[in-house]
């Protein structure tokens, strides 16, 4: 069988000479300076937590953290979004991520010690869109961590729109509210970087995170998230005419067989080479089932030889307003099983796609991959497909 193969191709040279991208106004007001360290007054409590994704950390980031500073003594930030493939709102990994933020503190002059027993802690978390409780006991068990016994900790933060909802979420921690306001978001930074209005950029992040950023547009990963961006765009303008935004309803199959799972490499953007689960909008006279079994079929070969109606063990409904850039993508999957002892041999049919445009044109190579490799390695796979294997396989250790 095949093994987990490494992330997606980069594009040539040529492909990333060619790329594009609208312009974009990106409104911002000025930041506010960085305020001098010399006079700090003596830190009051013993640990403080800030929660965000820093996609990427940016200067209201930087005030924020330089304010927590001064009054707890060690800061712990939470990285969320941690391992999940790179796309266009989180296009760095939590590692990037965090050597930003300690080279940006390190770099305004904050005191916060050596990576392990400095002022600076960090804790990484995956999201989990389907299981809010499973998200807070990641992020406590990390802040635990830290913290030990201490009851001293102080949740560090600003409820700015509907996204700070986990404020609220751990009612046992002190919530120490920050001074720092701005309308500064990373969503502005992203829009502008991913558009060349490098300009624009170096005046919403610190010098260090610029830097980085430099370094990361010469890489094959910038170029890629570049297309993806100019590809999403291209397929929201072909939807400014609807009178309302569209819903898309697709039908999505997880086929597991002998500790295999049946996964796809993505042939369009955004994702492309991502492994995704076979799947497809939902043709007009189609039912749900009918299109993941179409799809399914038509990548191995097996036409009616596959009894999928005896092969369904559980369907359940993935749809989660932020599951995908492309839009409101609801998923309606189903869980087949294969009762064999090897997983067939694929001969990929040439069906035509019964859907729409983010139907079979994105459907590239098929193959089994070990459950244990799939489980193991979240940041291969695209969207939220990565939990939808593991919501229809929770009696298997998720190894990620």
């Known amino acids: 069988m095949a093994s987990l193969p490494l992330p997606r191709p980069a594009l040539t040279r040529a492909g990333r000479s060619a790329l594009t991208m609208q312009h974009m106004t990106v409104p911002h007001a000025p930041v506010p300076q960085v305020p001098d360290l010399a006079d700090a007054p003596r830190p009051t409590r013993a640990f403080g937590v800030y929660i965000g994704r820093f996609e990427p950390p940016h200067q209201a980031h930087l005030l924020v953290m330089l304010e927590a500073l001064r009054s707890v003594q060690t800061l712990i930030v ?29 770099e305004a002059g904050a005191d916060i010690g050596s990576a392990e027993t400095g002022r600076l802690r960090f804790v990484q978390v995956r999201d989990h869109l389907y299981d809010e409780s499973r998200w807070l006991a990641e992020v406590r068990g990390g802040v635990q961590a830290h913290v030990g ?25 002190e919530f120490l509210p920050t001074h720092v306001v701005s309308p500064l978001s990373a969503t502005d930074v992203r829009r502008a970087y991913f558009a060349g209005r490098l300009g624009d950029v170096r005046g919403m992040v610190p010098p260090a995170v610029h830097i980085f950023l430099e370094r990361f547009r010469q890489t094959p990963e910038y170029a890629e998230l570049r297309a993806d961006s100019e590809a999403l765009s291209e397929a929201r303008a072909a939807w400014e005419a609807a009178p309302q935004p569209p819903t898309f309803l697709s039908a999505d199959a997880l086929v597991s067989c002998a500790g295999h799972v049946l996964l796809v490499r993505r042939a369009d953007r955004p994702g492309r080479g991502l492994l995704a689960l076979p799947g497809d909008l939902l043709g007009p006279k189609e039912t749900l089932l009918g299109c993941a079994a179409r799809v399914v079929r038509q990548l191995t070969g097996l036409g009616t030889a596959l009894d999928l109606s005896a092969a369904l063990r559980a369907e359940a409904t993935f749809d989660h307003p932020d599951r995908s850039q492309r839009g409101r993508v609801v998923s309606h999957a189903f ?66």
Do not use: C
Not at 97 to 106: F, G, N, S, T, Y
Not at 357 to 376: C, D, I, N, T, Y
């Open 78 to 106: 939470v990285i969320g979004s941690a391992r999940a493939a790179r796309n266009t709102k989180n296009p760095f990994t939590a590692q990037e991520r965090q050597d930003m933020i300690r080279a940006m503190l390190e």
């Open 335 to 400: 869980h087949f099983v294969l009762d064999r002892e090897t997983p067939p041999e694929l001969a990929p049919g040439r069906g035509e796609s019964g859907g729409g445009e983010l139907g079979g044109g994105e459907l590239g190579e098929a193959r089994w991959l070990a459950l244990s490799e799939v489980l193991a390695h979240p940041e291969l796979l695209f969207e939220d497909h990565h939990e939808i294997i593991g919501r229809f396989l929770s009696g298997v250790t998720d190894q990620s």
């Open 149 to 173: 016994g201490s009851r001293d900790v102080a949740l560090v933060g600003h409820i700015k729109d509907e996204s700070s909802y986990y404020l609220r979420s751990f009612p046992d921690w």
